[in-house]
C-alpha cells in the first residue's frame, strides 16, 4: 500500500470523492481520476479557468501558433477534395480546448480556399459550459462564432472529418500493476487523513484488454489502460457514414507503451507547466494525463469498419505538408521580429523530443484508395 501527499485546495471536490471511497469500501482509480478531471462544477475540466496556454498549466500545438492550423487546413482541403467536395464538409472537433484551433481552421479556410470555407459545416463538441464559453468567446474576437455549432455528443450522419487533438489522453484511465506475473488493478481508499493505493482483482474488460494484445505490462510495472479511448473510437466509427478519423494525440504502439523497462507507466499531473507524480495533490486544479496505445486504438477502428491509412509523427505530419515553407526568409527587416517568432514556435511543432513526438492516426470509411499528403511516405 502506498501513501501519498494529499492537498485540500479544492474542498468541496475532495469532500465528494472521500465520500464516494467511504460508501463503496474504495473506488478504481479510473473513477477517481474521472472524478478529478471530470465532476460536474469541481473538476478539473468543469472549472470557469482555462488550463491551456503559456500562463496556464500545459500547452498544445495550436496555442504556439496560427501555422499548425493552417496546416491542419491543408491536410483537411485534400480530404475534401477525395470525398469529391461535398457541401455540407464536416469537421466535427471533439474537445476543442481553448478554441484556438477551430479559430485558425476556420481563419486559414476564408483567407486562402474559400470554396472549402462555403462548403464546411463546422461542429465543436463540447460537454463543459465553462468551455464552450471560453471558445465562443474566442471565436466571437475574430468574428467566426456564427461559423460554429456546439454539441455535446457526436452528430450522425457525419460526411467529412472527426478530428480529435489531445483529446484521448485526458480520458480517465484504469491503473493496473503486474506481480507475480498477475494482473492486479489499483483502487483508491482513504484512511481519515490521507488517500491510499489498493491492488485488487482486475476488471473482466481489464483482462480482455490484454488478452487481445497477447502481453502483459513488466513485471512489479504500473501501467494504465485506457478504455474510455476505445469506446470514443467505436462511437466515432459510427457517426462517420464516409471520411475520416484523424487523431492527434501522445502516445505509443502497444509494446512500446507496456515495455518491461517503462516501470511506473506514464500518468502524469501537470500544474502550471510542472509535471509531477504526486496524483493526490491538488485535486482538481492539476491536470492528470497518460498516454494513448495506439495499437488498440487502431484495431478498434479497424473492428468497427475503419480502414487505417497511415500512423506518424506530428513532426513528420507537419513537414509533410508544407510546414518549412512558413520558414521561408521574410521580404523585409519590418518583419525580422514576427520571422523570429514563426521560426521558435515551428521548431517547438517539430521538435522529436517535444510536440513532435505526439502521434497522429488518420482512418478512414467508405473512401478507397487515397494517398495523404500529411502520411507520404510513412505507414
Request: glycine share 8%; aromatic share 8%.
Amino acid at each position: 500500500m502506498t501513501e501519498f501527499e494529499s492537498v485540500t485546495e479544492n474542498a468541496a471536490l475532495n469532500a465528494a470523492i472521500i465520500a464516494r471511497i467511504q460508501a463503496n469500501y474504495g473506488i478504481s482509480f479510473r473513477d477517481f481520476m474521472a472524478m478529478a478531471l471530470y465532476h460536474p462544477g469541481l473538476g478539473y475540466y468543469s472549472g470557469v479557468r482555462d488550463p491551456i496556454g503559456r500562463d496556464a498549466d500545459y500547452v498544445t500545438s495550436p496555442e504556439l501558433s496560427p501555422i499548425f492550423g493552417a496546416m491542419l487546413g491543408r491536410q483537411l482541403r485534400e480530404m475534401w477534395q477525395l470525398l469529391s467536395s461535398p457541401t455540407p464538409f464536416d469537421i466535427v472537433e471533439v474537445g476543442a480546448g481553448s478554441g484556438v484551433l477551430a479559430r485558425d481552421i476556420l481563419s486559414w479556410c476564408q483567407r486562402t480556399a474559400p470554396d472549402l470555407a462555403a462548403a464546411t459545416r463546422y461542429t465543436i463538441i463540447e460537454p463543459h459550459e465553462p468551455a464552450v464559453t471560453h471558445q465562443r468567446e474566442r471565436l466571437a474576437a475574430d468574428g467566426l462564432a456564427d461559423r460554429v455549432t456546439w454539441a455535446t455528443e457526436l452528430p450522425a450522419p457525419i460526411t467529412g472529418v472527426i478530428l480529435s487533438n489531445e483529446l484521448l489522453d485526458a480520458m480517465p484511465v484504469h491503473r493496473v500493476v503486474v506481480e507475480n506475473g498477475t494482473l492486479h488493478e489499483t483502487y483508491v481508499t482513504y484512511d481519515d487523513s490521507q488517500f491510499q493505493q489498493e491492488l485488487r482483482d482486475p476488471s473482466p474488460d481489464l483482462t480482455a484488454y490484454f488478452e487481445r494484445l497477447g502481453l502483459l505490462p513488466g513485471e512489479g510495472n504500473r501501467a494504465e489502460v485506457n478504455l474510455a479511448a476505445l469506446d470514443w473510437v467505436r462511437a466515432a466509427a459510427t457517426s462517420l457514414t464516409r471520411g475520416f478519423l484523424l487523431t492527434i494525440d501522445y502516445g505509443y504502439d502497444a509494446l512500446d507503451l507496456y515495455a518491461s523497462w517503462r516501470t511506473d507507466g506514464t500518468l502524469l499531473a501537470f500544474y502550471r507547466q510542472n509535471a509531477s507524480g504526486d496524483l493526490y495533490a491538488r485535486i482538481g486544479r492539476q491536470d492528470l494525463t497518460s498516454h494513448v496505445d495506439f495499437t488498440s486504438i487502431r484495431r478498434t477502428g479497424e473492428d468497427a469498419g475503419l480502414q487505417t491509412l497511415g500512423l506518424t509523427s506530428q513532426s513528420e505530419f507537419l513537414a509533410n505538408l508544407g510546414i518549412a515553407e512558413a520558414l521561408a526568409a521574410p521580404p523585409d527587416a519590418t518583419s525580422l521580429e514576427e520571422y523570429a517568432a514563426r521560426r521558435r514556435a515551428i521548431t517547438e511543432l517539430l521538435d522529436p523530443g517535444g510536440l513532435g513526438r505526439i502521434r497522429v492516426l488518420v482512418q478512414a470509411k467508405d473512401v478507397i484508395d487515397v494517398t495523404l499528403t500529411g502520411l507520404r511516405d510513412t505507414t
